[in-house]
């Protein structure tokens, strides 16, 4: 299984249709199974997207609407592989500019999804408004046929925040997945947690204490894993390099490699965040 986790910084960056195709044909190229997407965003004020658009679309949340001008969308119709996806949004960004959100993107069909608040803001104009998605779908296990799973993909606040404190926010996470957890469901964690792995005794201490598998550290071949190498938004006084971006997995896992991509040198640099891609 291979899997990638990227916070996209979608149309916030220059140049946004040609690293859109980037993307695309590092997707391409690599195969992955399973892909989480963070800042996944679209113009509120487009026209919504035909429907023959969004054939493999699965609607997590009743009503969404997916415009024109979704990120996810355009990057899936340059895919050589079609993928399934859903995608959910957690708040406006800039002003109402865009609205903001999670996605997953999986090569088998997806045939349930949760999600829910993750933050105790449930303001859809405060950007500190966070949402949780998660959808089941399978692994191809070739002729044993497929292995169930959960694909969540997730975008945190700081352990630090006055407002929105990371700690309240995984109590929460943990609260919504207590019926699949007890059900021994396997699921998988991707996503942009905002929490660094350097610092002990803080959120990444936190999560692991909750039972979760860095893929990281399982990883038998890893590189020195940093996502963020300066100052972004949220991390406006930053100075060293931030591991703070995930692959998680429920379960005791042995990973064969965890690797920093789309980072200017393994793949494009399309994003203020570089990836992570784990193969196991």
């Known amino acids: 299984m291979k899997c990638l986790t990227l916070n996209t910084h979608s149309w916030h ?28 965003n679209q113009s509120p004020q487009a026209s919504e997207a035909a429907p023959e658009r969004l054939a493999r679309y699965y609607e997590a949340e009743p009503g969404t609407k997916i415009r024109e001008d979704h990120y996810a969308l355009l990057l899936l119709e340059q895919l050589d592989t079609p993928y399934f996806w859903s995608w959910l949004p957690t708040h406006s960004a800039y002003q109402g500019r865009y609205d903001e ?27 500190k408004t966070r949402r949780l998605l998660g959808v089941k779908t399978s692994l191809a296990n070739g002729e044993n046929g497929a292995d169930p ?6 975008h ?9 404190p990371f700690k309240a926010q995984w109590d929460r996470t943990e609260e919504l997945l207590k019926p699949l957890r007890e059900a021994g469901e396997t699921l998988f964690m991707l996503g942009d947690l ?43 006084d930053n100075e060293r390099p931030l591991r703070i971006d995930y692959v998680l997995s429920s379960l005791p896992i042995e990973a064969k490699k965890s690797e920093v991509v789309l980072d200017g040198k393994n793949g494009p640099l399309v994003s203020d965040h570089f990836g992570v891609a784990a193969e196991i």
């Not at 945190?156 to 929105?164: A, I, R, T, V």
């Not at 959120?203 to 990883?219: N, Q, V």
């Open 101 to 127: 959100g999670v996605a997953v993107l999986t090569r088998e069909p997806i045939t349930e999804a949760v999600y829910g608040y993750v933050s105790g803001i449930h303001d859809y104009m405060n950007a």
């Open 156 to 164: 945190y606040g700081w352990w630090n925040d006055k407002e929105e």
């Open 13 to 40: 960056e220059e140049e946004q249709e040609k690293k859109i195709g980037q993307l695309a044909d590092f997707i391409n190229e690599r195969g992955f199974d399973l892909i989480a997407l963070q800042e996944v």
């Open 149 to 154: 799973l959960w694909l969540f993909s997730g």
């Open 194 to 236: 905002n929490n660094v792995a350097q610092i002990r005794r803080e959120g990444y201490d936190y999560m692991l204490d909750h039972g979760w598998c860095d893929l990281y550290t399982a990883a038998a071949e890893k590189d020195e894993g940093s996502t963020v190498l300066k100052a972004i938004a949220g991390w406006a």
